[in-house]
């Protein structure tokens, strides 16, 4: 019986080590399957516990881009009541990247700060993945929470310096998107800060559900004729100038 309770503790020892010891390497792993293959963990040092790394967004073209530096640590003490929580930080100035909670069926962001290329929004749909957009995405998540089909909490996303390859127009502006918590879902508002694209929209998303987005996109007069391919093959031309845009029905539902 000493022996077996001995030989229990031995291997209790063990498998505690291998765990606490487990490569920063499996925060690649881990960060690729929760964002669904949209970003990458590079250059890992440390354990998966607390380690640094080169965080990079996977572009549906299949290239690579660098987008920050970071150092991590995983809050061990809440793994006991089955929740993920990630802290990660800019290793340049300490700058906060990314601090979220993952949960059964709940997602917690309880802050974001990334700089995005706009081609990743070619992973959302063929359509989109088709248009070949360009440009920089600024995204600030605050206290985002959705769980189940609820959700809670603001998101913004700013395209700066929007394009397409199917434009020789570029930019075609700069764009804001404001998103909402509304408890059964996020209400979405699009607004144009300036460009000769102008963009206006609103809609709403239920988490595990596509999003319901209703856009008008109205193009200044010179900018008609060449912006016109690239808007029919978003939606069609209600009067003349004036397009109703709408989402690839494609467009891959989100779930925490």
């Known amino acids: 019986m000493r022996r077996l309770l ?27 399957r929760a964002s669904q293959g949209a970003f990458a963990m590079t ?8 380690g640094e790394g080169s965080l990079q967004a996977l572009l549906p073209s299949g290239e690579a881009v660098t987008l920050v530096p970071v150092r991590w640590h995983i809050v061990t003490g809440e793994l006991l009541s089955l929740k993920l929580h990630l802290k990660a930080q800019s290793a340049r100035d300490d700058k906060p990247v990314l601090d979220v909670v993952l949960g059964q069926g709940e997602a917690y962001i309880q802050q974001a700060k990334l700089d995005l290329p706009a081609a990743l929004l070619g992973l959302l749909s063929p359509t989109l993945r088709e248009a070949s957009l360009s440009g920089q995405l600024a995204l600030q998540v605050d206290e985002l929470r959705i769980k189940n089909s609820h959700a809670a909490g603001k998101a913004q996303a700013y395209w700066k310096g929007a394009g397409s390859s199917l434009s020789r127009i570029r930019p075609l502006g700069n764009y804001v998107l404001v998103m909402n918590g509304k408890g059964d879902g996020m209400d979405f508002n699009l607004s144009t800060m300036g460009g000769p694209l102008t963009l206006s929209g609103s809609g709403n998303w239920i988490p595990g559900k596509a999003p319901d987005i209703r856009i008008m996109a109205t193009p200044e007069e010179n900018a008609r004729q060449d912006l016109a391919p690239l808007l029919r093959m978003f939606g069609r031309e209600t009067s003349p100038g004036t397009y109703q845009l709408i989402v690839d029905p494609s467009v891959r539902a989100i779930t925490p």
């Not at 080590?17 to 490569?23: C, E, G, I, K």
């Open 43 to 50: 250059a890992t040092q440390g354990t998966l516990w607390r």
């Open 6 to 32: 001995l030989a229990g503790l031995l291997l209790l020892v063990l498998v505690a080590s291998y765990l606490v010891m487990l490569p920063a390497t499996w925060m690649d792993a881990l960060l690729q």
